[in-house]
């Protein structure tokens, strides 16, 4: 089971009126620990106000500035965010969980590739990560940047993606694509959407070239736009996505013949150590029914995004709700994310040490 340690906050620097950056003082002995592909997320965790925080962001350095950096965009209610913007310091301590995520795709000198990136509102923190490595170590590559938000001044990142822009002239096209301000080229104004990937083929991108596409930003978006891509035949394993969010959380199943007072036997091995708990049918996820018993479990997003909670299912039988992180083979080895799976067996065993 993946473990987390104490990180000084090495400074916090406002990139837009909503969001914040905040770079992360790892400590030599660590950084081989910490050491990170770009489009990965590490895990951050902090008690505000008496609660434990658990939240997964995207690094937006490049491993080649040898930074370990993340953004934090404050959205309406978020307990995270919201302290993160109003309250985090340089000099204030972290919990950190080491770099975890397949959203990267292997980066290497002398390598020729046309990648299309697809971007909107946070979902810029490791494409910008990708973007920076692939300009700086593959000279040959080029890049087509899309990236959607609301206004001007709440483009993340504006000025260093500008400075990308100017010094990888020829190899790195940006374009911003705005829905709440009026842009020059009406093609820009919007959103990232089906219909307009049809209006820029051919004219931003050519589908037939693109070696790799990657896609991050909110569900809705990721949806439309891969499925949008691959009609226009960028084959399905050439894209990859990344998830900010879902619309809604994992909801059991009723299953029939499994009435609420019935309980499932839960076994669960973690840290070398065997619990054990009885979790009621049509209830509450494995995750959820371990932490209302104590038990000290890693997990960020509860989405089934981040893969944080990846178990072994060694007995039994559960419903996984949602799955946005585990590969097909990763599912047919037996592996279930905790926070969408609900008991639909008498007895479950789970492993978080495998």
Not at 23 to 50: C, H, M, S, W
Not at 107 to 112: D, L
Not at 128 to 145: A, N, Y
Request: glycine share 8%; with cysteine.
């Amino acid at each position: 089971m993946q473990h987390s340690y104490p990180i000084k906050i090495k400074e916090v620097r406002r990139e837009t009126d909503q969001c914040v950056s905040i770079a992360l003082e790892i400590p030599e002995d660590q950084k081989e620990l910490f050491r990170y592909t770009p489009g990965q997320y590490i895990n951050l965790i902090k008690n505000v106000d008496g609660e434990e925080l658990h939240r997964s962001y995207s690094l937006c350095s490049s491993p080649v500035e040898q930074e370990w950096r993340v953004a934090v965009k404050q959205i309406e209610g978020g307990a995270f965010s919201t302290y993160a913007n109003k309250k985090l310091k340089a000099g204030d301590i972290i919990e950190v969980m080491p770099p975890n995520g397949k959203f990267t795709s292997e980066i290497k000198t002398g390598q020729a590739k046309s990648y299309l990136f697809l971007a909107a509102g946070s979902g810029i923190t490791p494409i910008i990560s990708l973007v920076k490595t692939i300009l700086k170590t593959e000279k040959l590559s080029q890049i087509c940047l899309i990236y959607g938000n609301q206004k001007t001044d709440q483009i993340i990142f504006l000025e260093e993606l500008m400075g990308l822009k100017n010094l990888f002239l020829g190899r790195l096209s940006l374009y911003f694509i705005l829905s709440r301000e009026l842009m020059e080229e009406p093609y820009f104004n919007g959103r990232i959407c089906r219909e307009k990937l049809e209006l820029f083929k051919s004219k931003l991108y050519e589908p037939n070239d693109v070696d790799e596409a990657f896609i991050c930003g909110p569900e809705e978006m990721i949806l439309e736009t891969k499925a949008a891509l691959e009609e226009q035949g960028i084959a399905p394993q050439r894209i990859h996505v990344e998830l900010f969010g879902t619309k809604s959380s994992a909801k059991p199943t009723k299953f029939a013949g499994l009435g609420s007072d019935k309980e499932s036997s839960i076994l669960l091995k973690t840290d070398g150590r065997t619990v054990s708990f009885n979790l009621p049918f049509n209830s509450t996820s494995l995750l959820d029914g371990a932490l209302k018993n104590k038990v000290n479990l890693p997990y960020a997003c509860k989405g089934g995004v981040c893969c944080t909670c990846k178990a072994k299912l060694l007995e039994g039988e559960v419903e996984m709700v949602r799955n946005y992180g585990l590969e097909p083979e990763e599912i047919e080895a037996g592996y279930i994310l905790t926070c969408q799976s609900f008991p639909k067996s008498a007895k479950i065993s789970v492993d978080f040490d495998q």
